[in-house]
């Protein structure tokens, strides 16, 4: 599933695909958020979890950064399932 939120926070548009339903969640840009990130090489970042460059993909880095997403702590919204924030 793709989803486009023009409008909105980065923390809305998790809110509400965390009410959808959805377990996993690809971020694009927001390299200053605290997000846990997977980064192209020569990139710093706060709370990088693997730096890797793309000539290094192969089935199993692949299957390595699987098990670290796999293992990744559950991330809850700030704004909750309602979008709005939590007091």
Do not use: C, W
């Amino acid at each position: 599933q793709l989803k486009v939120t023009p409008k909105g926070t980065l923390d809305s548009a998790l809110a509400e695909l965390q009410e959808d339903g959805l377990e996993y969640v690809v971020v694009e840009g927001f390299k200053h958020r605290t997000l846990p990130k997977i980064v192209r090489g020569g990139i710093e970042v706060p709370n990088t979890m693997r730096e890797l460059n793309i000539s290094d993909i192969d089935d199993a880095r692949v299957a390595e950064l699987t098990e670290l997403v796999l293992g990744m702590e559950e991330y809850r919204s700030p704004l909750g399932s309602s979008g709005r924030k939590h007091s």
